[in-house]
């Protein structure tokens, strides 16, 4: 059975006074007014962590009766920063199957409240624990991608930080035109230089901030003006040194995969998108994944500006995880929020896109390993027959470059004492809860081949290391440590054995 | 589409020293390799409080990784206590949609490796904030829940006392010949009398224990040996004090009347079921809410012996979250587990029954406030045409006891400083984190007719206190109390004033 959306809502993003269910129970009450709706047969929630953010469990239920909708099932989805996306797919599923005609979907998340220390602590959580026990956060591994894409596709540390900045800049002009994102504030490249570095070599301007914020949507089996016409999920390890690849993700490209063949489009047929930036090396890495560029040219499609507002396809026209904030289990949902505002022509007059018949949205849910595509269609829209077309773009094989079938590494071996090679390091300055700041940290490549987590013991800035450059690889106290392969360090491990 | 039954595993229940994802990939195998399958479309995911619990978050994430499904979309699924069947109904809707044809449900708890008080803290949180900060627990709203019903249907404390000690024995009975239930121990009426008061009148042998396990199904659209007939899933208030009425759940009622309609069944078509017993008298409500008894007559079912393992219904043939154990997310699933093996032949010797063709589990999250009904059927049994007859057995009219769309009793007024009437109340002496035990609680009807949560400041046991007794009743920072009627506490009221 196909399904429609009926109506959507949301709150201002930003800082919020409102407990979490009060936000939720205003996006809820929007979207109902849009679908004139009083009643649905179920309510999906997706919130990420309410257990350690707001202290509740339960959650579903709370919510059922701050809208006045006791009764109604409830049921609460997760799948860590895409849980807007995963409540909305179940939701989808329960409408398909014919056995519920109008469901609401919600999504939330209340974060501000917290000391930063602990919003790190809790959100780290959602990292292997073979690698969060190095005090690695979120950003420490995005940009330690950043520093392998820039290696990989022969970037300079200040080419990389120039495009980076791009990213940051579009997003927050985007956001400006966007009453409901938390910085509504054009900023320039002196400022992103000024931000405060968070992990070297990502700034404060390249991560999305922590936000209060909810949004919902109202699904149905009667058709509508707009069209759920794919949606795609997919994993990965849950580990990010257990990967081929660190400069793109396969859990994108699979759900991608997924949502183009139920949509029966292709990367070309798509006019806009809302992809994950929680991180900006995210979004050129996710227009990639995509399809919309080969791997490798996505820096390239934005310096030439086509991803921009007006360009020819434009990218987070909403101002992104980035600018309209990223309240972890809401953001999936606000995401096709957007996407409805563009497809109903309802963006108001300065962010208002010219074609917009369909839209896409990328979430990502840890870091690159529970990931959701999701496609929008108007019901107007004329298609053409593709019977003769191969079924994807030329820019994405999805044959050659999907891994999700082929084999994972396994997980690294006992212990050693050596060298490696540094594939990519970064270091972090905000720690989560229980860590000394700077924090250094690395993925190295062991004489075996494997790539594991290593922490450096300088906690001055690493200003000596290289990436691709030879480094001393021990464990101590059972985690992996590195270290520049001077001849002191090699004198010091012989003595020690 | 339908949906069908193509493997089930379980692991033993009880305290393990496995990490949760390991115990968890245990159950899957076993339900995968009687699926005959390598490979599932999606995986659903059901746990309660993994972040609290084991200190994870992007468990789905983790559970593909650990199974060496890396690829397959993962969504985790929350409803409270009833977690584990809020995932099968996800998972069956995204069967019955056509999407999916093949789909592995997962559910688990890690419990024990945690100290009582922190364990029954993060329990705790599934209760409303309003009635949480009391420090109420959930055997203490049971235990309140048991004394109402005694006084409803006029009990003496002593035949309360009996008729829940014969639920105990019952079970402990059933689990008794279940090699996957945590306790197998018969157990008499001494042993159950000399058990530890846990919330008076609620003993530890009225109360599931804390346990670790997992339990698994997988999903086909293919046509199999058993068949999902029937799900209905309904909400009640946040706060048990907004009901109407404290001796059944409206959600059990709405829950179970959506599964007959869908199964176009009625009660008296069920064989046997699992019944959500997580407190001995939650299992006599259970069966009443079931429609299988009238209102107030479950006790005497039980005593009859219409229950018992060779009784006309069996009621929890698997010892129940009683004596099977009850790891909160995984005890919804483990109860469909236990139906399959029941339709299937394969219960042993011992506790197989001889009608076996249908079966009920009720799964109840929360304090009554998230409930599911499943039922499942033998693709094999005859149906005896029903067009004639009404679609509900005699003891239980939907129409007049359903009252999830009645209007529900708005949150209390403010503070008042009065009499009112003792509805019921408990003496909790194992509190959560942060209480001090014995702690006494009542449910206070107030003079305008609300019914409000409300502490004792007697530390000692409240021997003088009697349900239906007037009460003066206060408010003390911000919490409501109550104290005996007696003229020394009205002269203090007097003399504060």
């Given amino acids: 059975m196909d399904v429609y959306i009926a109506g959507v809502g949301m709150t201002k993003f930003g800082k919020s006074k ?98 930063t220390a602990k919003t790190t602590r ?89 936000t209060d914020g909810a949004s919902a949507i109202v699904l149905t ?19 990010v040194t257990h990967r081929i690849s660190f400069t793109s993700f396969d859990s994108t490209k699979e759900a991608a995969h997924k949502a183009y063949a139920m949509a029966q489009l292709d990367p070309s047929d798509i006019q806009f998108a809302e992809v994950h930036d929680a991180f900006t090396p995210f979004e050129i890495i996710g227009t990639e994944d995509l399809g919309f ?18 360009g020819r396809l434009p990218i987070n026209p909403s101002g992104g995880l980035k600018a309209r904030g990223h309240p972890v289990g809401a953001s999936g949902l606000a995401q096709l929020v957007e996407i409805v505002y563009q497809l109903e022509g309802q963006a108001g007059p300065e962010r208002q896109l010219g074609r917009a018949e369909i839209g ?33 773009g030329q820019a994405w094989n999805s044959e050659d470059q999907c891994g999700t079938s082929a084999p994972k590494k396994s997980a690294p071996s006992p212990p050693l004492m050596g060298v490696g090679t540094l594939e990519a390091f970064t270091t972090l300055y905000a720690v989560p809860e229980g860590f000394r700041s700077p924090l250094t940290l690395g993925f190295v490549k062991t004489e075996k081949g494997e790539v594991v987590m290593a922490c450096n013991p300088d906690y001055r800035s690493p200003k000596e290391l290289k990436m691709g450059k030879k480094v001393s690889l021990k ?23």
Same sequence: chains 1, 2.
């Fill in 221 to 239: 089996s009667q058709p509508t003006a707009i069209k759920v016409s794919g949606i795609g999920h997919a994993t990965d390890t849950s580990a």
């Fill in 122 to 210: 809790i959100l780290s959580e959602v990292i292997d624990r073979s690698e969060r026990r190095y005090g690695v956060t979120m950003p420490a591994l995005a940009a330690m991608i950043a520093q392998k894409y820039a290696r990989e596709f022969n970037l300079s540390q200040l080419k990389l930080e120039d495009i980076l900045a791009q990213v940051a800049i579009k997003n927050h002009t985007n956001g400006y035109l966007n009453p409901y994102a938390q910085f509504r504030k054009i900023i320039t490249k002196e400022e992103y230089l000024k931000s405060q570095m968070v992990s070297y070599p990502l700034r404060l301007y390249d991560c999305a901030p922590i």
């Fill in 18 to 115: 409102e407990p979490l269910e009060k936000m939720m129970a205003e996006a809820a009450s929007l979207a109902l007014k849009e679908a004139q709706l009083e009643r649905v047969d179920a309510v999906y929630t997706g919130v990420m962590n309410v257990e350690e953010f707001v202290g509740d469990s339960n959650f579903a239920t709370l919510l059922v009766d701050t809208l006045g909708l006791v009764g109604v099932p409830s049921t609460r989805v997760e799948t860590a920063s895409s849980t807007g996306a995963g409540a909305f797919e179940a939701a989808f599923y329960a409408v398909a199957s014919g056995h519920m005609k109008h469901v609401l979907v919600l999504a939330g998340e209340k974060m501000t409240h917290l000391p």
């Fill in 293 to 310: 560029f080969s791997g490798g040219e996505g820096w390239k499609a934005l310096e030439e500006g086509i991803t921009q507002l007006r």
């Fill in 475 to 497: 464990t101590r106290e059972g985690l992996y440590v590195f270290e520049k392969l001077t001849w002191w360090n090699r004198l010091k491990d012989w003595l020690i054995k």
């Fill in 360 to 392: 896409l949205a990328h979430s990502i849910g840890g870091l690159g390993n529970n990931n959701l595509v999701t496609i929008l269609e108007r019901t107007d829209r004329k298609r053409i027959s593709k019977a003769n077309t191969p079924p994807f």
